[in-house]
């Protein structure tokens, strides 16, 4: 038996339950770990109030990210044995594989040997944003040393993993944020320059900063409105990577004039590519090994907490990852 986190119907922060669960031995090619920290994610809020792009089977568990020790193996595995501290790449179905729980099962091309240098507590942070955001600036983007990216609710840990993988390779990051009260904040963690833009002119503020020729790369997480001004400021044949589309207002799609690239994103078409994520994780794995890459935690809960940790998941104060201990 273990104790798991589950909801057994859709809503708010407080359906979530610390239920204890049997815990099978894992399967042939899993892996069976001993939940150390949890890493939490927006897309874990979305499942469990109905509005994710997965539907959760009642009653369901949840959870993208965990680290800990190896507890069991499972026939067929190789590299890993019990007592390895490892950390978990986001699968495709967290109502499949859930990470909230003292123990938790995973397919072994998931589980990462992830630096000792790293806390528990970075660990369980680390996958999610750095994937997220290797995948649209390395991998589609391919952007390079002094291309201007713009970066949207730059302040959530994959705006600031994009701050981070920007400047490990001498990219100039312009952290775009609502309100001037992290700019600060963004300047002290890597932003070249922070556009505040519920109070200053976003078009003008990026063609300011990027001059004539304009923003090669946005990486954005709103969508909405701020498609225009940020479109604006695009460079012909510039490409916006699309991730979050947090804005419940609709998206315009701008005229062909600057011939551009728009592109929707998801984390799990580097997931489900053997060869993308093998060489997403070794940059990643590189990154962190250095210091380049260096998780922001931005609170820490113990597991008994789960409800407040989503509440201020919700509450958007956070500058970085919210991560449980368990």
Known sequence: MARVVRFHELGGPEVLRIENVDTPAPASGEIQIRVKALGINRAEALLRSGTYIQTAPLPSGLGLEA???VEMVGQGVDGFAPGDAVSIVPPLSM???PAYGEIATYPAELVVKHPPSLSWEEAAAAWMQYLTAYGA????AKFQSEDFVVITAASSSVGLAAIQIANMIGAIPIAVTRTSAKKRALLEFGAAHVIASAEEDLEAGLKRIAGPDGVRVVFDAVG???FKPLT????PGGILI???GLSLDPTPFPLPAKTLTLRGYLVHEIVRDPVRLQAAKAFILDGLSSGSLKPAIARTFPFDQIVEAHRYLESNEQFGKIVVTV
């Open 67 to 69: 680290a800990g020790i």
């Open 95 to 97: 109502a499949r594989w």
């Open 137 to 140: 600036l390395i991998d589609i």
């Open 224 to 226: 909405g409105p701020i």
């Open 232 to 235: 604006a400021a695009m460079a």
């Open 242 to 244: 699309e991730y979050g």
